[in-house]
T-cell receptor, first 110, second 113 residues
Framework: SQKIEQNSEALNIQEGKTATLTCNYT??????LQWYRQDPGRGPVFLLL?????KEKRKERLKVTFDTTLKQSLFHITASQPADSATYLC?????????FGKGTRLSVIA | GAVVSQHPSRVICKSGTSVKIECRSL??????MFWYRQFPKKSLMLMAT?????????EQGVEKDKFLINHASLTLSTLTVTSAHPEDSSFYIC?????????FGPGTRLTVL
């Protein structure tokens, strides 16, 4: 069966550092991989989408990589700020409903 | 971007009653909407796919007679939790696609006493 793993349930980093979150998957060949941010008691907010033929994508302080050989995506937040503290979800997509990982709860400490 | 709204944001009901949750795409039309459920500290689990003008498609293990879905227009899908029980207490989130990207509503917190 399809499996998505986000490497850490929780990650604490110091303000200003780069946060790196990992998403691994098995038994799936996604056409896209998406990253979302979810704050407590709120719905997920779309951040970035990367296609299977793209290696890297950037948006402001965010960077996503997608390695279909390793079946892995890395999500980076550079110059992290306390306001970046949230749960980040990766989701696999093949033009069907998204399949989500459990998320990584990021805490950026001032 | 795109905006998806949900109403209500919170609802508390007695066991055995029914609750209706609305999901609207505000600035685009959605022939398909998705309903997810999320328990505390767990990931979003897809419950069903709502199709405008036709029957919803339910995921395995989700009772279609308990979770009634109606997608009467291109901007509105409703989820009715019938005869709610405490174990149905959860965070329900709807979603719709626009140009390949999936946008989520703010969620509805259901508490069944």
């Amino acid at each position: 069966s399809q499996k998505i793993e986000q490497n850490s349930e929780a990650l604490n980093i110091q303000e200003g550092k780069t946060a790196t979150l990992t998403c691994n998957y098995t038994n799936y060949s996604p056409a896209y991989l998406q990253w979302y941010r979810q704050d407590p008691g709120r719905g997920p907010v779309f951040l970035l989408l990367i296609r299977e033929n793209e290696k890297e994508k950037r948006k402001e302080r965010l960077k996503v990589t997608f390695d279909t050989t390793l079946k892995q995506s890395l999500f980076h937040i550079t110059a992290s700020q306390p306001a970046d503290s949230a749960t980040y979800l990766c989701a696999l997509d093949r033009n069907t409903p998204l399949v989500f990982g459990k998320g990584t709860r990021l805490s950026v400490i001032a | 971007g795109a905006v998806v709204s949900q109403h209500p944001s919170r609802v508390i009901c007695k066991s055995g009653t029914s609750v209706k949750i609305e999901c609207r795409s505000l600035d685009f039309q959605a022939t398909t909407m998705f309903w997810y459920r999320q328990f505390p500290k767990k990931s979003l689990m897809l419950m069903a796919t709502s199709n405008e003008g036709s029957k919803a498609t339910y995921e395995q293990g989700v009772e279609k007679d308990k979770f009634l879905i109606n997608h009467a227009s291109l901007t509105l899908s409703t989820l009715t939790v019938t005869s709610a029980h405490p174990e149905d207490s959860s965070f329900y989130i709807c979603s719709a696609r626009k140009a390949g990207e999936q946008y989520f509503g703010p969620g509805t917190r259901l508490t069944v006493l």
